[in-house]
């Protein structure tokens, strides 16, 4: 069975920044759509930015939106979340997704990596 395998998560001071990675079990399996979600504790899991397999096409959630970016590396059929001017607020379990098509359910999820920003 196909699996999103993440890493990259751990302990960060406010204002630094980390870079999650995220990759198909299966190096020659990909899907069109990859995103990253969040989910803080006592909150809902929350959507962060998504790219677009082929074109590179990124679109993110107005609270991430000019601190994090989104990239791939096909060659490694990976897809990484830099996080920069981190916040505690960021706090959370960060995790990855894929999606054969837009309007598609997101079928394919990583285990989660934990990322803590402290203040």
């Known amino acids: 069975q196909v699996q999103l395998v993440e890493s990259g998560g751990g302990l960060v001071q406010a204002g630094g920044s980390l870079r999650l990675s995220c990759a198909f079990s299966e190096r020659t399996f990909t899907t069109y759509l990859r995103a990253w979600f969040r989910q803080a504790p006592g909150k809902e899991r929350e959507f962060v930015g998504r790219i677009t397999w082929g074109s590179g096409r990124t679109y993110y959630a107005d609270s991430v939106k000019g601190r994090f970016a989104i990239s791939r590396d096909e060659a490694e059929n990976t897809v990484y979340l830099q996080m920069n001017s981190l916040k505690p607020e960021d706090t959370a379990v960060y995790y990855c997704?894929?999606?054969?098509?837009?309007?598609?359910?997101?079928?394919?999820w990583g285990q989660g990596t934990q990322v803590t920003v402290s203040s």
């Open positions: 997704a894929a999606a054969r098509a837009y309007g598609l359910p997101w079928g394919y």
